[in-house]
């Protein structure tokens, strides 16, 4: 019988995936510029951590002797949505009004 937070926990793994890949693709579509004039790491720092953070959110899988690099990857790919992609889109746009 599946137990509830077994379910949350899997829909959180496989939901990861893509917005990891959404990440990685965002970040390879940006300007390299942007990145500095936003005050972030630079596009090569963001795609490697992007990029890393996707193929081990692939290749652990949650609940297994990987998931201590799960948790870290899920988090840096976070960031990147959270943090660094309203920089980037703000200072590639200019300011809303």
């Known amino acids: 019988m599946w137990r509830p937070d077994v379910i949350i926990l899997l829909v959180i793994y496989w939901a990861a995936i893509p917005v ?11 300007r390299a510029d942007a990145f500095t004039v936003a005050d972030k790491l630079t596009k090569p720092a963001w795609l490697g951590i992007t990029g890393g953070a996707t193929a081990a959110l692939v290749l652990f899988q ?9 948790l870290p990857a899920l988090v840096a790919v976070l960031v990147y949505i959270v943090d660094v992609r ?3 889109l703000e200072v590639q746009r200019g300011p809303r009004w």
């Open 62 to 70: 949650l609940g297994g002797p990987g998931s201590l690099f799960w």
């Open 20 to 30: 990891g890949v959404y990440a990685f693709g965002h970040a390879l579509m940006q």
């Open 86 to 88: 309203p920089k980037l």
